[in-house]
Nanobody
Framework: QVQLVESGGGLVQPGGSLQLSCAAS????????MGWYRQAPGKQREFVAT??????TIYADSVKGRFTISRVNARNTVLQMNSLKPEDTAVYYC????????WGQGTQVTVSS
């Protein structure tokens, strides 16, 4: 069984930065993708970014150039979020092994003045 625990959410003003962290426990493989999704109120959960084997990363168009995902090691992933916008407000979920894989409990990110 895999467990994911997120940390680092909070309230930030537009243009500010936040860093989210995800720590995984259980049987983890560094070749399996680990990433982030988010869900805003009244909207479906959407893909944000993922890090896959070999250091490759993939980003949603809406966050390209502003967010950076880092697979620190097999069990830890960091999402650095810069130039935050109000539309980035959502609950952010850490994910392991894709949409049919494992999920964290989520951490709230609120961008507001």
């Amino acid at each position: 069984q895999v467990q994911l625990v997120e940390s680092g959410g909070g309230l930030v003003q537009p243009g500010g930065s936040l860093q989210l962290s995800c720590a995984a426990s259980g049987i983890i493989s560094s070749i399996v993708a680990m990433g982030w999704y988010r869900q805003a109120p009244g909207k479906q959960r959407e893909f944000v970014a993922t890090a896959i084997s070999g250091g490759s990363t993939i980003y949603a168009d809406s966050v390209k150039g502003r967010f950076t995902i880092s697979r620190v090691n097999a069990r830890n992933t960091v999402l650095q979020m810069n130039s935050l916008k109000p539309e980035d407000t959502a609950v952010y979920y850490c994910n392991y092994a894709g949409a049919s894989g494992y999920w964290g409990q989520g951490t709230q990110v609120t961008v507001s003045s």
